[in-house]
């Protein structure tokens, strides 16, 4: 909109943009990693560190997780591991416990649409 000086007035956000500006300023996870380091120290033995497959650590299917949960089981560092992924919020496989938002789930969630049932 132009104003009487031939200015060009900026127009007002609406509550969607100021959401979607929020959201990309959305430092939570910077400052929880900031709060909650992972330690550098050379020798804290990640059991995973250089695992084959580390996507494993963020299981689609019970056999993922199985196999994320028995890297886990002979880890040395995986109450330091836990700890860390309960401070963080984390998702996945941490300390050989399945997290949501940091909290502990039982099994792993189906992506995509429920199924249908029939009625
Ligand atoms: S406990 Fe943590 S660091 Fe150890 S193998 Fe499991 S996910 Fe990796």
């Given at each position: 909109?132009?104003?009487m000086?031939g200015r060009?007035?900026?127009?007002?956000?609406?509550?969607?943009?100021i959401r979607?500006?929020?959201?990309i300023?959305?430092?939570?996870?910077?400052t929880?990693a900031?709060?909650?380091?992972?330690p550098?120290?050379p020798d804290?033995g990640?059991g995973?560190?250089d695992?084959?497959?580390?996507e494993?650590?963020?299981?689609?299917d019970d056999?993922?997780?199985?196999e994320?949960?028995?890297?886990?089981?002979?880890?040395?560092?995986r109450?330091l591991?836990?700890d860390?992924?309960?401070?963080?919020?984390?998702?996945?496989?941490?300390?050989?416990v399945?997290?949501?938002?940091?909290?502990p789930?039982?099994k792993v969630?189906?992506?995509g649409r429920?199924?249908?049932?029939?009625?």
């Amino acid at each position: 909109m132009e104003t009487m000086n031939g200015r060009m007035r900026p127009s007002t956000a609406t509550s969607q943009e100021i959401r979607a500006l929020e959201n990309i300023l959305n430092t939570k996870g910077v400052t929880v990693a900031y709060e909650h380091p992972t330690p550098r120290d050379p020798d804290v033995g990640w059991g995973c560190a250089d695992h084959a497959t580390p996507e494993i650590f963020d299981p689609d299917d019970d056999d993922m997780l199985a196999e994320a949960l028995s890297v886990c089981g002979g880890c040395a560092a995986r109450l330091l591991c836990l700890d860390l992924g309960l401070r963080r919020a984390e998702w996945g496989v941490w300390g050989g416990v399945l997290l949501e938002d940091g909290k502990p789930i039982e099994k792993v969630k189906r992506r995509g649409r429920p199924r249908k049932v029939a009625a």
